[in-house]
């Protein structure tokens, strides 16, 4: 059984920094996807970062060059560090996992519906 569990978030001023981390557990594959996916109230749930198990990135235009996806494959934490946050990066954020993959990493940034796998989501609020 696929576990995912995130910690990290919290509340920030804008132009701050913070840094998401989820720890996966349970899972032997070799081909994957796991990545950072954000909702808020209303809306749904939009692709923030993703990484394959061949280092492959992508992500959302609106965090290019403010946010890094990484992961530390031996301990199997994914990382999600965010600078420069704005008030529209507020939201709840999920990690969430394709295991195993079956598309690149991209297609699961854009349709988060094909992920199996998410975590409980920790909240990230950014004020003005």
């Known amino acids: 059984q696929v576990q995912l569990v995130e910690s990290g978030g919290g509340s920030v001023q804008a132009g701050g920094s913070l840094r998401l981390s989820c720890a996966a557990s349970g899972y032997t594959y070799n081909r994957y996807c796991i990545g950072w996916f954000r909702q808020v109230p209303g809306k749904e749930r939009e692709g923030v970062a993703v990484?394959?198990?061949?280092?492959?990135?992508s992500y959302v235009d609106s965090v290019k060059g403010r946010f890094t996806i990484s992961q530390d494959v031996a301990k199997n934490i994914l990382y999600l560090q965010m600078n420069s946050l704005l008030p529209e990066d507020t939201a709840m954020y999920y990690c969430?996992?394709?295991?195993?993959?079956?598309?690149?990493?991209?297609?699961?940034?854009?349709?988060?519906?094909?992920?199996?796998?998410w975590g409980q989501g920790t909240q990230v609020t950014v004020s003005s």
């Open positions: 969430g996992a394709a295991m195993p993959s079956t598309s690149p990493a991209r297609r699961y940034l854009a349709y988060p519906r094909a992920i199996g796998y």
């Open positions: 990484i394959g198990n061949d280092g492959t990135t």
